[in-house]
């Protein structure tokens, strides 16, 4: 006998694969395997060629997840500058909306740029990574910004535990505004990637890929 829960929690992973690789689609256009930065000597490289950048923890309104932009001991807070450029406009227009009402927050960043070994085990064990060979995040083009946590507290506070609080739907619903007029202005995909379990369908992280074109 199948028990119709897990048939139904499978089926629900399966079409949110899906649903995520359709709507990643246009970024395997603007990322061939010629825009892959695969490995960390391909990475050293690019820094020194000015293709990839560092993005540095603890900024006023956002920080990087330390646990999660990480990855063998190596930290991997890197974008292009194109990308790299855009989380700042995002970041800018999130710290002008936030004012007084919620000056305390800071939006949480979980995923840069990934090399090639990394995207392939997250593609192996979850139902919403594409492969190595496919995702804008080895290319250095996206980023991810939590829509489950965000921090709360002063910028020098380094306990995600102590600083972090469940969804919020008014901070992330500001967010998603912003959001979708960078995805309406053609300056990036945007893709909202969904946690699913035994009980609940909730979004987790936006997935936001910076158009090539991008200008500010």
């Given at each position: 006998?199948?028990?119709?829960?897990?048939?139904?929690?499978?089926?629900?992973?399966?079409l949110e694969s899906r649903?995520?690789?359709?709507?990643?689609?246009?970024?395997?256009?603007?990322?061939?395997?010629?825009?892959?930065?695969?490995?960390?000597?391909?990475?050293?490289?690019?820094?020194?060629?000015?293709?990839?950048?560092?993005?540095?923890?603890?900024?006023?309104?956002?920080?990087?997840?330390?646990?999660?932009?990480?990855?063998e001991s190596k930290q991997?807070?890197?974008?292009?500058?194109?990308?790299?450029?855009?989380?700042?406009?995002?970041m800018r227009k999130w710290?002008?909306?936030?004012?007084?009402?919620?000056?305390?927050?800071?939006?949480?960043?979980?995923?840069?740029?990934?090399?090639?070994?990394?995207?392939?085990?997250?593609?192996?064990?979850?139902?919403?990574?594409?492969?190595?060979?496919?995702?804008?995040?080895?290319?250095?083009?996206?980023?991810?910004?939590?829509?489950?946590?965000?921090?709360?507290?002063?910028?020098?506070?380094?306990?995600?535990?102590?600083?972090?609080?469940?969804?919020?739907?008014?901070?992330?619903?500001?967010?998603?505004?912003?959001?979708?007029?960078?995805?309406?202005?053609?300056?990036?995909?945007?893709?909202?990637?969904?946690?699913?379990?035994?009980?609940?369908?909730?979004?987790?992280?936006?997935?936001?890929?910076?158009?090539?074109?991008?200008?500010?």
């Amino acid at each position: 006998m199948i028990d119709a829960g897990v048939t139904s929690l499978v089926r629900d992973r399966e079409l949110e694969s899906r649903r995520i690789r359709e709507a990643t689609t246009i970024e395997r256009r603007w990322y061939g395997p010629e825009n892959r930065i695969v490995t960390y000597a391909d990475a050293d490289r690019a820094i020194a060629e000015g293709r990839l950048v560092h993005v540095p923890f603890g900024q006023p309104v956002y920080d990087l997840t330390r646990s999660e932009v990480k990855y063998e001991s190596k930290q991997l807070n890197l974008l292009t500058p194109l990308a790299k450029k855009l989380l700042d406009e995002v970041m800018r227009k999130w710290g002008e909306t936030r004012g007084e009402r919620w000056p305390e927050v800071r939006l949480a960043v979980t995923s840069l740029w990934r090399p090639g070994e990394m995207q392939a085990k997250l593609a192996r064990s979850s139902y919403w990574a594409v492969g190595e060979g496919e995702s804008s995040h080895v290319a250095g083009a996206a980023f991810d910004v939590s829509r489950r946590s965000m921090w709360i507290g002063s910028e020098g506070v380094r306990s995600w535990d102590e600083t972090r609080t469940r969804f919020d739907v008014e901070v992330f619903g500001k967010m998603d505004e912003i959001l979708e007029r960078v995805a309406h202005e053609g300056k990036a995909n945007v893709v909202v990637e969904r946690l699913i379990d035994e009980d609940r369908i909730v979004p987790s992280v936006s997935h936001v890929c910076v158009n090539p074109n991008y200008e500010s």
